[in-house]
C-alpha cells in the first residue's frame, strides 16, 4: 500500500512538473584524505508531462479522443485541485 503511495505520488509530480538540483563534486586526495575542490549545482525545471496527465485521467473514457488543447485545460484544473490539496507546490 505504501508503495502505490509513493507511486501516485511521483505520478502526480510528473503531472504537474517539479524543481529539481542536480550536485556534482569533485575530490582529490591530500595528505591521505579527501578534501572537495570543486561543487557544481545545476538547478532545471521539469515541465508537466501530459503522459502522466493521461495516466491519472485514465479512469475516465473520453480520454482518448480528447484534444492536446482539452487535455492541457484538464492538466490545469488538476494542477488547481492538488494546490488547493496541498500537494505539488
Not at 591521505?32 to 515541465?47: I, S, W
Not at 480520454?63 to 484544473?77: D, F, G, W
Request: one cysteine or more.
Amino acid at each position: 500500500m505504501k508503495d502505490e503511495e509513493g507511486l501516485k505520488d511521483a505520478l502526480l509530480k510528473c503531472a504537474v512538473g517539479f524543481d529539481t538540483c542536480e550536485v556534482v563534486e569533485e575530490y582529490t586526495v591530500e595528505d591521505g584524505e579527501l578534501k572537495l575542490v570543486k561543487r557544481k549545482v545545476t538547478k532545471r525545471d521539469v515541465p508537466p508531462d501530459i503522459k502522466a496527465v493521461k495516466l491519472i485521467m485514465d479512469g475516465e473514457a473520453e480520454v482518448e479522443t480528447m484534444s492536446e488543447e482539452e487535455l492541457n485545460q484538464r492538466r490545469e484544473k488538476l494542477i488547481a485541485m492538488l494546490k488547493e490539496e496541498g500537494i505539488g507546490q
